[in-house]
């Protein structure tokens, strides 16, 4: 049922051997409007921002003119750079871990109705909807080291003898506590995603398993991971994206401090406080380009076809 | 004879209907003529009062770092001028984002918006900002004692907003609980204070400095450095901090201390200035604040709703290490970007906020109720002597004389253009001392580091 085939796409199907496909033009009419949003909307900025990285842009140094790789060598030679990329691999290694099994095991609980399971996936589609500045403010009080919810929850239940400060204080620490706050947001869609996968798994396929007689942790690893494997890449890609891209909760919980800046962060402090816009460029589009290959990476690991 | 009586009835209602429908329309198109009537006379009405209105169907936008002035005087300037007002509030960190977003990408936001003290040299060059002599004489502003810091080369690139300026703050009640009878007058008594507070347990952690790494914790060192005796930069803009026995340095040494010795609230890490202004002092929790934002005891401290601690904090002038220091103007300004789409009805709505009565009245003159929360002190001299003769501000005539006579500028040798970076690498800088990752020594080289790349 997972095949490894790739069916080539934009032909017809043919009716039998030796009969040629005929070629419709109808999808391609129908995506185009979608391609040039797509083009005018992602495509066209993606240009202007590789070709104003090679570029000296920053209105306090005028005029503008070509420096060649200049800005990338002096990005890679910026401590601030390195530190804000290493802080970053870190996000993305918390953000997707927790988000994928958060997502799984939401997505697992989910998968049967039960009374009040609209109620149940509305409420847990919520934070979602929230911006990430939103989540951010909410989640500072929360982390609170005065009077926060998780420091009092904490102490009564005496896991902790004193007050912490969650963030801040130390650089891993600082940037768990951060992506538990984009896994809140993250995770519900990706849940979803993965409940549309399991949702596609025949019952048959779950009872025929369990006349072999396997146990519920060997269903999970050897019939429902498999097959839920679009789901999965589709959810994965997603998260490393936002993982990457963290800025909101950075931002709000963390302000300018370099303990937890991630390239975004960086990218900002660069353009926008220091105005070089041509380093904010470089930046940008090496941020871009790394998103894309890791993406392409995870899909190609991860994603099988599958057919019942 | 069945059919023509049918015929008949039918005929005698058809015209009933005809004569019913006909009445009908006669009715509604009377109505619609005696509407249509009313509703050009209105309009000739309404464009004659229009007309005497200068801006008149225009709209603007005013992207501002606080709450708007009330409903009703908005409503004021927009009878008075035909401009409706758009008010935009977003945090004071973003907003300085989109300025330099929008106006770098030659993109309209708001016809008036902030422009802070520390940025007018860098929009001076930038030429980011309408030039204001135009619309302002400056002749006739001798009641504004920070108009100076907007002027760059003798263009005005943004007209005073409020005078705000640095200033300590303390709760006298508490105080009073810990047995201190007199308020301190030097640095030494000021942290002496402090520290018996904590001691006698009326606050565990007195005093407040908001140590996220933002804009208000590289003010607060300007503050402390200027009470210690020195400045941060000489006339070359070259670092003044780097030798221990430099009052910068001293300065950073105390706040780094004051947070590692429990002085400060451990949550002090994670806020901005305003939050720890409005969720500690405002609360009580707190006991000081050492560079406050003159007005803050008129329109937070002693705002019910707002506060907990409503008429126990006063101002106090500056404790230095030899008597009074300095307060530090750090004035937000009003400015039109030059993306704007109405410059006149911007210049009219900047003039209008600096009114000398709008600006008393948003300061307290006739009560709560047409105060802006957070609105610092009037930029008019006229304005707080308004105040005082009405008796609606807790120590006029301390803050008119620090006003009036030791206020000046964080930058005695002017601001330098890169100021931006300068203030990030404070402020990172501090926290990151703050939070022993690391030293003093290392914090310092390292601001200097960044001001002498900068040179």
Request: with cysteine.
């Amino acid at each position: 049922m997972v095949s490894n085939e790739k069916r080539p796409a934009g032909l017809g199907h043919g009716k039998g051997p030796g009969r040629r496909a005929q070629f419709t033009a109808l999808p391609y009419l129908l995506i185009l409007p979608l391609v040039a949003v797509i083009g005018i909307l992602a495509l066209y900025p993606t240009y202007v921002t590789l070709s104003q990285s090679f570029f000296r842009v920053d209105p306090l140094d005028p005029p503008e003119r070509f420096i060649g790789l200049e800005n990338y060598a002096k990005l890679f030679a910026d401590p601030a750079v390195s530190n804000a990329w290493g802080n970053t691999a870190y996000y993305a290694v918390f953000g997707v871990t927790l988000t994928v099994l958060v997502g799984l095991g939401i997505a697992l609980a989910l998968r049967y109705p039960f009374r009040g399971r609209g109620l149940v996936l509305a409420c847990v589609v919520l934070p979602w909807a929230l911006p990430g500045v939103v989540e951010g403010i909410i989640w500072d009080w929360i982390y609170n080291p005065s009077f926060g919810v998780l420091n009092s929850i904490l102490s009564s239940l005496h896991v902790i003898a004193q007050y912490q400060v969650w963030i801040s204080e130390s650089r891993l620490v600082s940037i768990f506590f951060i992506s538990v706050v984009q896994v809140w947001q993250t995770a519900p869609l990706a849940a979803l995603l993965i409940l549309a996968s399991l949702q596609n798994i025949p019952e048959e396929v779950r009872d025929a398993g369990s006349l072999d007689g396997v146990n519920r942790l060997q269903e999970l690893w050897y019939i429902t991971l498999p097959l839920i494997r679009p789901g999965l890449a589709i959810a994965m890609v997603q998260s490393v994206i936002a993982s990457l891209n963290i800025f909101d909760q950075v931002y709000v919980l963390n302000g300018n401090a370099p303990t937890g800046a991630s390239v975004v962060m960086q990218t900002y402090l660069t353009a926008f406080q220091n105005l070089n816009f041509g380093q904010g460029y470089a930046l940008s589009f090496l941020l871009t380009s790394l998103t894309m290959g890791i993406s392409v990476i995870v899909l190609r690991l991860v994603y099988r076809k599958v057919d019942f | 004879m069945d059919c023509l009586l049918v015929h008949h009835w039918f005929d005698h209602e058809s015209r009933k209907a005809n004569l019913m429908w006909e009445g009908a329309f006669r009715s509604l198109a009377a109505g619609a003529l005696v509407g249509a009537m009313l509703l050009s006379g209105a309009a000739v009405t309404r464009a004659h009062t229009n007309a005497a209105l200068p801006f008149a169907g225009q709209t603007i936008t005013v992207a501002w770092a606080g709450p708007p002035p009330p409903k009703a005087d908005l409503d004021r300037f927009t009878a008075q001028t035909g401009a409706k007002v758009q008010w935009v509030t977003l945090g004071w960190d973003a907003l300085q984002t989109k300025i330099t977003a929008a106006v770098q990408a030659h993109a309209y936001f708001a016809d008036v918006t902030d422009v802070d003290w520390s940025r007018v040299g860098q929009y001076y060059l930038l030429k980011w900002f309408v030039p204001l002599n135009k619309y302002f004489d400056l002749s006739t502003l001798k009641d504004v004692p920070q108009l100076s810091s907007f002027i760059y080369n003798g263009q005005l690139v943004g007209m005073p907003a409020d005078s705000s300026f640095t200033v300590t703050t303390i709760n006298t009640a508490m105080l009073k609980k810990a047995g201190i009878t007199t308020l301190p007058a030097t640095f030494a008594e000021y942290t002496t204070d402090l520290k018996q507070l904590q001691a006698k347990g009326v606050s565990a952690h007195p005093l407040d400095i908001p140590l996220q790494a933002a804009e208000g914790l590289s003010t607060y060192w300007y503050q402390v450095t200027a009470a210690m005796g020195g400045t941060m930069l000489d006339k070359a803009h070259k670092p003044l901090f780097t030798n221990p026995n430099s009052a910068g340095y001293k300065a950073l040494a105390w706040i780094v201390n004051a947070y590692k010795t429990g002085l400060v609230p451990k949550a002090n890490i994670t806020m901005l200035d305003g939050q720890a202004q409005q969720g500690e002092m405002a609360l009580g929790r707190v006991a000081s604040v050492f560079s406050d934002y003159s007005g803050n005891v008129g329109s937070l401290y002693n705002i019910p709703g707002q506060s907990k601690v409503i008429n126990q904090v006063r101002y106090l002038p500056i404790p230095g290490v030899k008597g009074t220091a300095p307060n530090l103007g750090n004035p937000d300004g009003m400015g039109i970007p030059m993306t704007a789409r109405n410059v006149a009805a911007g210049a009219a709505f900047i003039k209008w906020f600096d009114d000398a009565h709008n600006q008393a009245l948003w300061s307290g003159l006739n009560g709560s109720k047409d105060v802006i929360v957070g609105f610092t002190l009037p930029m008019r001299l006229s304005s707080l002597e308004m105040l005082i003769k009405a008796n609606k501000i807790q120590q006029g005539d301390l803050l008119l004389s620090m006003l009036e006579h030791h206020a000046q500028a964080a930058f005695p040798t002017g601001i330098p253009p890169w100021y931006n970076q300068f203030s990030a690498a404070v402020n990172t800088n501090i926290h990151s001392a703050a939070l022993g990752s690391e030293s003093v020594q290392a914090a310092a080289q390292a601001i200097a580091q960044t001001v002498n790349s900068l040179q």
